[in-house]
Each structure stands twice: as C-alpha cells, then as structure tokens.
Nanobody, 124 residues
Framework: QVQLVESGGGLVQAGGSLSLSCAASGHTFSSYGMGWFRQAPGKERDFVAGITWSGSATHYADFVKGRFTISRDNAKNTVYLQMNSLKPEDTAVYYC?????????????????WGQGTQVTVSS
C-alpha cells in the first residue's frame, strides 16, 4: 500500500510558478507509475501529467504542455510537478496518484492510490 501526501500549493499571480511535491510512504513507490490530476469546483478530475516507474516516459495533457514538468526521485519516494507560466484557469485542487508502472495512464480509474490534494490558486 502507498500513502501519498501533496505539498507546495498556494496562491500565485498569473505568469508565476509553483512546484508541487508528492511524498509517498511505503517500500514500493518505485513500482508505480505516478500521475498528477486536478479538479476545479464543479468539474471533473482531469489528468495533468504522468510518469512511468523509471521516469523514462512522461505524458502531459495538451493544456499544460510546455508549461508543466513532471519528474520523480525514487530514492526520495517523491514525485514533483513544476508549474510555470500559470494561468487563472489552472486554479484547482491538484492530486497525485499511483498507478500502473510501465505506461502513463490518463484516466482516474487506472490509478489505485490518491493523495488528499493541494490547492493551487492563480490570480489574474
């Protein structure tokens, strides 16, 4: 089993940057592919970015390509999401999740473990 705890959210002006972290507990972190999702009020939870267990492959939603970067450090049991050039429409609760190891899953149902989320608010 994996417990996930996100951190790094906050309030930032449009055009600014934030770096999210997701710390995992347990000895099997490196066995999982990891993903970041986000959910705005009244909307569905959307895939943002994902990374395979080794970090050799990543995938991004079109709306964050070129602005966000996902990475992981298996020695630290942590996955990161660097968010640059933030826009007001990026405002949401951001969740990390653990799922299949060898490909980047993009649907909520493919992820087994979830964190509690961290709020990101981008002001205009």
């Amino acid at each position: 089993q994996v417990q996930l705890v996100e951190s790094g959210g906050g309030l930032v002006q449009a055009g600014g940057s934030l770096s999210l972290s997701c710390a995992a507990s347990g000895h099997t972190f490196s066995s999982y592919g990891m993903g970041w999702f986000r959910q705005a009020p009244g909307k569905e939870r959307d895939f943002v970015a994902g990374i395979t267990w080794s970090g050799s492959a990543t995938h991004y939603a079109d709306f964050v390509k070129g602005r966000f970067t996902i990475s992981r450090d298996n020695a630290k049991n942590t996955v990161y999401l660097q968010m640059n050039s933030l826009k007001p429409e990026d405002t949401a609760v951001y969740y990390c999740a653990a799922g299949s190891p060898s490909w980047v899953a993009t649907s909520v149902s493919e992820y087994r473990y979830w964190g509690q989320g961290t709020q990101v608010t981008v002001s205009s």
